[in-house]
């Protein structure tokens, strides 16, 4: 089936704009004009050249990215009777997890998979390797609030600084399962289940 004239127009239209600003980029990036005409100067894009930037756009694209609001004034007990949770363990509260201050603003969290059961260690690494920071536990209620949805389809861990709770070190979990949305608590030192989901924070550019 040949495509509607509107919408090769449309995808005309995107690749000009994407070449535009990816030329501005390079400029700004130092490279001179000379050396962008030296990519195309037999009319064609190499293939090399071309699989870098698929590769880089394919990986952008598989990310998992959600925007958070952070900042406020809420105590712990507000933040997590917003989140309309079926079951939240008791030890999170005021006094072991305090809301700390924090400036007003959004952030952007990534999620990350494994097709194997990590420990905390392992997905760690994998977040630095791809230059994300670890979460506050913070940023696990405000998660459970905005995207309350989300952990029903994947169990979300964040890996921030670990607390002690009932002597062991433990992390903030938005868990999913039978029993509904709970928000929970689970040990840091442990392997964790290859299907759950592992927060972090995207560095602001």
Not at 12 to 22: P, Q
Not at 148 to 177: M, Y
Not at 191 to 204: C, E, I, N, P
Request: charged fraction near 30%; glycine fraction near 10%; proline fraction near 4%.
């Amino acid at each position: 089936m040949s495509k509607k004239p509107s919408a090769i127009v449309s995808g005309a239209g995107w690749i000009g704009s994407f070449v535009s600003k990816l030329e501005k980029a390079l400029r700004k990036l130092g490279v001179a004009d000379e050396q962008i005409h030296e990519l195309v100067k037999d009319g064609e894009a190499p293939d090399s050249l071309v699989k870098k930037v698929a590769d880089v756009l394919a990986e952008t694209m598989r990310r998992i990215l959600f925007t958070l609001r952070v900042g406020g004034n809420r105590t712990t007990e507000q933040v997590v009777a917003a989140g309309h949770y079926d079951w939240v363990n008791p030890n999170i509260t005021k006094e072991k997890f305090p809301m700390r201050l924090r400036p007003e603003g959004k952030i952007e969290i990534e999620l990350l998979e494994f097709d194997f059961d990590p420990t905390s260690e392992q997905v760690l690494a994998e977040a630095t390797k791809r230059g994300l920071e670890r979460p506050m536990y913070e940023d696990a209620l405000l998660f459970g609030e905005q995207h309350s949805e989300e952990q029903r389809k994947n169990t979300i861990v964040f890996l921030h600084e670990p607390q002690v709770s009932d002597g062991f070190l433990s992390v903030v979990v938005l868990c999913a399962g039978g029993a509904g949305r709970g928000l929970g608590l689970d040990w840091f030192g442990g392997r964790w289940d290859r299907s759950y989901r592992f927060a972090f924070v995207r560095r602001s550019q």
